[in-house]
């Protein structure tokens, strides 16, 4: 899996880990081992512009994802087509403040907002309640395998 990690923000962040929970997510997934996927961290700055431009909202947001070959999760026995997964784009610095509200540390939110940035590329949304419902599920069991697989290392 190719997946590639930027850190252009201020903030210094576990990328190891980063990359660590996208393989795991998309191993859960199903997704090719030739799947590419580009994660890159900017600051608040930079984040507030992507969002403008993208999503037409102000201020900037922890995440956005941006699918390219619109691959879908696969099967154990059907894995997704190689491709292009698409490119994540995190910031820290709205992370750690959400994590101080959520009460932990910036890790875990980046870890979190990158399993739901993946979700997103693979088609996943959460603007109706059966979806936010299934992809918060997804969520939730992709970070608590890959905690269970962190503990075992």
Known sequence: MSIEINNESAIEVDEAAIQRLAVYALDAMHVHRDAELA???VDEGA???????????????????FPMDELRPGTEEAPTPPGLLGDIVLCPQVAESQARTAGHGLVDELLLLTTHGILHLLGFDHAEPDEEKEMFGLQRDILVGFAMQERRR
Request: proline residues 9%; glycine residues 4%; charged residues 20%.
């Open 39 to 41: 994660i890159v961290l």
């Open 47 to 65: 984040m507030e512009q992507l969002h403008v431009q993208w999503m037409d909202e102000p201020g900037p947001t922890d995440v956005l994802s």
